[in-house]
């Protein structure tokens, strides 16, 4: 299938969520302030405008998001080479990702407050082994809680690492004003081309306190970490506390709503959105970017990320909006 399909859940609050089957993606997120709706997310006016989207809005990310060094990993000895998109590396899966391709919107289950996507990905497809089958679902409650749920299955050994790449404002022009929560220990060190370097540093590195709620724009202008001022934001994988139920909190204070995230997922890559570019401005949105460690496949030591055939791979991220 290589048409768009989009489909809108509401619920009894009046927010509504608008999905479309190209890269299974969020497109719209509305949601009530001040009795009107508010979009809370950096988006095209048009539905077909993402189909020529360069910076994932939205979308779900894979067969492994965020990047592999080299855009190579081995299993059990045999090296894979993957696409390089991303200088030497290979990102969010390289060209022709799953973001970029066109998903099965599943009719018989699709309710006003539900909606799966499935997607097939053959053995050898941008290099990664395996003949793969995925869906993605959400599901709307009357909460204002939006839950995605990640689910996939392979016939060979492979890497598996799925996220959502929307880009939040909360009805603001910038993400600088947005206040923001991190229930985190620390975060990886990287090196200026976004590969960790193996090294978990403590997230008392950054000097500040991102327990604390403060602006995103103090959090980068307070940073003591000198690769967060030098590069004028975050594109940073922390690592998030396992026993804590909320794992970030975003918060508008001009439009008092806000948004808590949960996940069962062990990091979050915060990237504040520098690259954005024309038709949107640097900034305008912020990416919390629920996942596994970033290159898992060449850090042994980083928790596995590899699905083998037999086993399931099951992941969920929850946005939850409401009024304060």
Not at 128 to 154: H, R
């Amino acid at each position: 299938m290589t048409e768009l399909v989009k489909t809108v859940l509401k619920n009894d609050i009046g927010m509504e969520v608008t999905l479309v089957n190209f890269g299974a993606r969020i497109t719209s997120v509305k949601y009530p302030v001040i009795d009107k709706l508010q979009e809370m997310l950096v988006r095209y006016d048009t539905t077909k405008e993402f189909v020529s989207d360069p910076f994932y809005l939205g979308a779900t990310c894979g067969r492994v998001c965020n990047r592999i060094e080299n855009a190579k990993f081995e299993i059990d000895g045999q090296q894979y080479t993957l696409p390089a998109n991303d200088g030497d590396n290979c990102l969010h899966g390289g060209d022709d990702n799953i973001s970029l391709q066109y998903w099965q919107l599943e009719q018989d289950s699709l309710t006003a407050q539900y909606a799966k996507f499935t997607l097939d990905v053959s053995d050898g497809h941008n290099g990664f082994p395996g003949n793969v089958q995925l869906a993605v679902t959400y599901q709307l409650s009357e909460n204002g809680a939006l839950t995605i749920d990640y689910w996939g299955i392979t016939d060979k050994k492979t890497p598996l690492n799925l996220t959502n790449h929307a880009y939040f404002n909360l009805g603001e022009k910038s993400c600088f004003d947005l206040q923001l929560k991190l229930s985190a220990d620390g975060f990886l060190e990287r090196s200026s081309a976004g590969i960790p370097t193996g090294e978990l540093l403590n997230i008392d590195d950054m000097g500040v306190d991102f327990a604390a709620g403060r602006s995103i724009a103090e959090l980068i202008d307070l940073n003591k970490f000198a690769q967060v001022k030098n590069e004028e934001g975050f594109d940073t994988c922390f690592v998030l506390k396992p026993e804590s139920e909320i794992k970030a909190e975003l918060r508008s204070v001009k439009n008092r709503v806000k948004m808590t995230v949960m996940t069962d997922q062990p990091s979050i890559q915060l990237y504040t959105g520098k690259f954005l570019d024309d038709p949107f401005r640097p900034y305008q949105g912020v990416c919390l970017e629920c996942q596994d460690y970033v290159d898992a496949t060449n850090q042994p030591h980083f928790p596995s990320i590899l699905l083998s055939p037999g086993e399931e791979y099951q992941r969920q991220i929850v946005y939850k909006f409401s009024a304060y």
